[in-house]
């Protein structure tokens, strides 16, 4: 990264990422829609947060973090984003503005606003629209909630958001949709997932893979231990010893 003043210092990506989740900073012209799912301690979130505070100090953008619920926003995606400034090499305090009400982190060199919204409140949502800034990201954090009352229902929702921001936008723009998969292969939230990821006939026969849609599924696995600890290594080891099904 580029640096400037105190605000920033250099840091390599290798130092903050997986392998696995570098397609997240590569440049994807005919991707429209990212599925990023892990268990636990996949650092999805951690990199998708970082992906978003790196867009926004990049460029002069718009970078928007939801999810199903506004009560849910500060503890999450609002408190992930704030670490991701820092493992960025980037202090906050003098490279942006944070505020609470409304829920937004303003860039100040470039004029960049990372927003954090909730679906429930529709009209904040669409405030958020204006000839001001372009919209180039939006991520959708745990969307297995949108799936509580069925899948047409998480599936109409899921596609209303994007609709909303896509309209009129012809600049760079990409969906990002992050969770947890449950153990159920067939909950709603992953016939959605095979629904985007494949192209269908009339029958619902799957043709091939939907080159607009890119899914990454990462585990602790995939993460250096010396990030996770050998303790948590560990106990999830145990944990596949015992119950391999929960595992």
Do not use: C
């Not at 696995?221 to 010396?226: A, G, R, S, T, Y």
């Amino acid at each position: 990264m580029e640096q400037r003043g105190d605000t920033m210092k250099q840091v390599n990506l290798s130092d903050i990422i997986i392998p696995k989740l570098y397609p997240l900073f590569q440049d994807m012209p005919d991707v429209e829609d990212v599925i990023v799912t892990s268990g636990r301690a996949g650092t999805k979130s951690s990199a998708l947060a970082i992906r978003g505070d790196y867009g926004a100090l990049s460029q002069e953008t718009a970078i928007v973090f939801m999810r199903k619920n506004h009560n849910k926003l500060k503890n999450t995606v609002f408190a992930e984003s704030k670490r991701g400034f820092s493992r960025l090499g980037v202090r906050l305090d003098k490279a942006g503005r944070t505020t609470v009400s409304p829920m937004q982190i303003k860039i100040k060199h470039n004029g960049s606003v990372i927003f954090f919204t909730g679906s429930d409140n529709p009209d904040d949502t669409k405030g958020m629209i204006d000839e001001t800034h372009s919209i180039s990201m939006v991520m959708v954090d745990e969307i297995t909630e949108f799936f509580k009352m069925g899948y047409d229902r998480g599936k109409e929702e899921l596609e209303q958001i994007k609709s909303t921001f896509i309209r009129g936008n012809d600049d760079d723009f990409k969906m990002y949709y992050a969770f947890n998969p449950p153990k159920n292969p067939n909950a709603p939230v992953m016939k959605w997932v095979n629904e985007k990821k494949f192209l269908h006939d009339e029958d619902g026969n799957v043709l091939g893979l939907n080159h607009k849609v890119l899914h990454i599924h990462v585990t602790y696995l995939d993460v250096p231990v010396e990030w996770l600890g050998r303790r948590l290594v560990a106990s999830a080891e145990e944990m596949k010893r015992v119950d391999e099904e929960y595992y």
